[in-house]
Structures are given as structure tokens and as C-alpha cells.
């Protein structure tokens, strides 16, 4: 299991035959059977009123509503990356000249208004409406003042003392690939590392270059991974590993895959409209 975390280095749908729908039936619940896409047809109108309700189901009003800074940017992430303490403090203070709140949600909801379509988004909130789906929600909302190194130190000194099931780490190890939020963090903190490459000489540790674009190496990526599966532990934690195994489900059904690389586009299409900005100071 410490092989599988990597927590002591860590510094800091099933098919419904009958129909060939995706169907999401987490064990306790039962939930419809999906109608089929339905893409075409659907008013600008339409797809702002699904926008508007899925934001709302799934809890990203909540978490994006009133966020005052890009999540990305938090000093024990990039420390541990190799930037220095004065590096960071240089990129939070450019970014936070130009960073509205209000245009980046205004950007996030933009996303995924244009990326409705019903029966997708029928699943969906069929889901973040169920008490399995409602709990997560509520979990990821009170866990949003921790970033990942507070909350994967918090979750590898429990570990040290009870071990998480077989089930339950699988589960988790679902739920981090159908989110893809290793490959989240290192596409958006690249975003957020291109504007300052002309400061590149200016910075003592890292080069900022080696960082913009050798974040994927295997150098990273692993032990990126192992901080995002010890965050979403500590996030979840007070799940039963049937509850976990439920939501693992629901992220690799087909309204759950839809969801989360709208989810994701939303996020990667935000950070580049505010990189424009820091390019423009």
C-alpha cells in the first residue's frame, strides 16, 4: 500500500443490455436508465438553463462561485516543484493584479453552457442529486479552504496509523484517472508558468522553462499522482468504501466521463483567458 501511495516520500457503466445506454446504478440506489444523446436541437436558451442547473446540482457554484484565486498557484505545490519562495511570491502577486472573479466564473459557466447536451446532463444530476451524490458534493465544498499538500500530509499521518481497505483505494485510483486531475494540474500549472518564460533568466531555482514544458515527465508525474490520490482520500474520507466504490461508478459512466472533461476544458479554457491578461502587463 506505501508502494502504491508512495505516501512515505511525498515531501509535505455498465452497459444496459436492453437499451446500450449508459446506465448509473450505484449499489443502495436506482437511477433511470439514460434516454439517448441528444445533441441537436437545443436553443441557446436551452443550453444556458442546463448550464445554470448543473452548476448548481454538482456543487460547482458552490466551489467556483466566490473563489477569490486561481487554485493552481499555492506555495507548497509550486515549492515543491523547485521554485523559490520570492519565484512564488512574484507569480501570485502578477496574477493577482489580474485576476476578476467574476469573469472566471462567468468564463467556467461559459464552458459548460456550450457544452450541454440533455441526456448527459440528465445523468449528471440524476447522480449529484442521489444522498451518495448530495454527501460528495457537501464533502468537496468543506474541503475546499485545504490545498492538495495540506490535505495529502493530513491524509498520510492517518494512513500511518489505519491503512485504507484494497476496495477503497481502488476506488479512489478510479475516481483520480476518470477526473484526469494529475494531468489537470500539470496542463493548467503549465498554462499559468508560460507567461513569465521571458523572466526565465530572473529566477534562481528551477528554470522556469524546464518547468513549462517537462512538467509531464516521469520525473513529475508520479509523485504529483500520489499527492492527488492522498488529497481525494482526505477529501472523501468519511465515505463507506461502498459510498467511494458508488462514486467511482459514477465517474467512469458515460454522463460521469462527460462531466469531468467539460469539467476540465472549463478550467483550461479559464486559465487561458486570465494568461492572456498577464501576458498583456
Do not use: C, H
Not at 445554470?52 to 467556483?64: D, H, I, T, V
Not at 523559490?84 to 469573469?103: C, G, M
Not at 459557466?109 to 440533455?118: A, C, I
Amino acid at each position: 500500500l506505501a508502494g502504491d501511495l508512495g505516501w512515505a516520500e511525498i515531501p509535505g457503466s455498465k452497459k444496459d443490455k436492453s437499451t446500450g445506454a449508459s446506465a448509473i446504478k450505484p449499489k443502495g440506489q436506482v437511477i433511470a436508465a439514460l434516454p439517448p444523446a441528444v445533441k441537436a436541437g437545443i436553443s441557446v436558451d436551452e443550453q444556458n438553463e442546463l448550464g445554470e442547473q448543473l452548476f448548481e446540482a454538482s456543487g460547482l457554484k458552490k466551489l467556483w462561485r466566490n473563489q477569490k484565486s486561481t487554485s493552481i498557484f499555492e506555495q507548497t505545490q509550486l515549492g515543491f516543484m523547485g521554485l523559490l519562495r520570492e519565484e512564488i511570491a512574484l507569480i501570485n502577486k502578477v496574477y493577482s493584479i489580474t485576476f476578476d472573479p467574476e469573469s472566471y466564473y462567468r468564463d467556467l459557466l461559459g464552458t459548460f453552457r456550450r457544452g450541454m447536451n440533455k441526456a448527459d446532463e440528465l445523468g449528471v444530476s440524476q447522480w449529484f442529486g442521489s444522498p451518495t451524490g448530495k454527501k460528495i458534493v457537501q464533502l468537496e465544498v468543506d474541503s475546499q479552504s485545504m490545498d492538495i499538500s495540506e490535505k495529502s500530509a493530513a491524509m498520510a499521518a492517518q494512513i500511518q496509523a489505519t491503512l485504507p481497505s484494497k476496495k477503497r483505494l481502488g476506488a479512489v485510483k478510479k475516481i483520480e484517472k476518470g477526473m484526469d486531475l494529475t494531468n489537470l494540474f500539470i496542463t493548467v500549472a503549465q498554462s499559468q508558468l508560460q507567461p513569465f518564460l521571458p523572466l526565465d533568466k530572473e529566477f534562481e531555482g528551477e528554470p522556469m522553462l524546464a518547468l513549462a514544458t517537462d512538467l509531464k515527465g516521469s520525473v513529475w508525474i508520479q509523485p504529483l499522482r500520489e499527492r492527488m490520490l492522498l488529497s481525494l482520500l482526505y477529501t472523501y474520507r468519511s465515505l463507506t468504501d461502498d459510498e467511494l466504490a458508488s462514486f467511482a461508478e459514477f465517474v467512469e459512466s458515460a454522463p460521469g466521463r462527460w462531466f469531468y472533461q467539460l469539467r476540465k476544458k472549463a478550467l483550461i479554457d479559464a486559465q487561458t483567458r486570465i494568461n492572456d491578461g498577464v501576458t498583456e502587463q
